[in-house]
């Protein structure tokens, strides 16, 4: 199983500021990486996929990069909306694994 | 507007079963594999289960195979998720979710609301 280890556990950021959250995947993923973000009481929503492109409708505040075993996830200016848990899934070979979730609050 | 709808969820008793059903609309159900992901009260996403969008297919992680199975009707869009043998770990919100793509990898979007499943004496 690949096990998907997300840094830091908690990032604390001010509004507007950028955030930048890690992924790290025990073996090599390619590119077949997803971002998704989980507002409190919601379902999560697919950001990015694919390692980098954007999901419809994602504003271009977020990016991700990365390929292989290491990936980032970057939001450039967080707006109120951002402020929630985020987890990278690798999808490159069965079972499917999440990362443990890194949560971004306000500062 | 793609919609997820889940149901079945609820309370049953260690070693019992349940089904979940998810009602799908706003797109052409039988061209997309669907799955289910479970998160644990104040836990992390699990994924549970993956079928291919024919059915033929079907994915499990260990945690529920021989317990678990994902089926689907195409003709009625829906999908289900057969569990038996439950016991408190399979405790979970439960969410179905649509393959974002009609074919390749498996990353999920949209997903419904999530059905809660409570396994407890």
């Known amino acids: 199983e690949i096990v998907m280890t997300q840094s830091p556990a908690t990032l604390s950021v001010s509004p507007g500021e950028r955030a930048t959250l890690s992924c790290r995947a025990s073996?090599?993923?390619?590119?077949?990486l997803a971002w998704y973000r989980q507002k409190p009481g919601q379902a999560p929503r697919l950001l990015i996929y694919?390692?980098?492109t954007r999901a419809t409708g994602i504003p271009a505040r977020f990016s991700g990069s990365g390929s292989g075993t290491e990936f980032t996830l970057t939001i450039s200016s967080l707006q109120s909306d951002d402020f929630a848990v985020y987890y990278c899934?690798?999808?490159?070979?069965?079972?499917?694994?999440f990362g443990q979730g890194a949560k971004v609050e306000i500062k | 507007e793609v919609q997820l709808l889940e149901s079945g969820g609820g309370l049953v008793q260690p070693g019992g079963s349940l089904r979940l059903s998810c009602a799908a609309s706003?797109?052409?159900?039988?061209?997309?594999?669907m799955n289910w992901v479970r998160q644990a009260p104040g836990k992390g996403l699990e994924w549970v289960s993956s079928?291919?969008?024919?059915?033929?297919?079907?994915y499990y992680p260990d945690s529920v195979k021989g317990r678990f199975t994902i089926s689907r009707d195409n003709s009625n869009n829906t999908l289900y998720l057969q569990m038996s043998s439950l016991t408190a770990e399979d405790t979970a919100v439960y969410y179905c979710?649509?393959?974002?793509?009609?074919?390749?990898?498996?990353?999920?979007?949209?997903w419904g609301q999530g059905i809660l499943v409570t396994v407890s004496s």
């Open positions: 979710a649509k393959n974002s793509a009609p074919s390749g990898g498996y990353w999920f979007g949209p």
């Open positions: 899934q690798q999808y490159n070979k069965w079972p499917l694994t």
């Open positions: 079928l291919s969008a024919s059915g033929d297919l079907t």
């Open positions: 706003g797109f052409t159900f039988s061209n997309y594999a």
């Open positions: 073996q090599s993923v390619s590119s077949n």
């Open positions: 694919g390692a980098s």
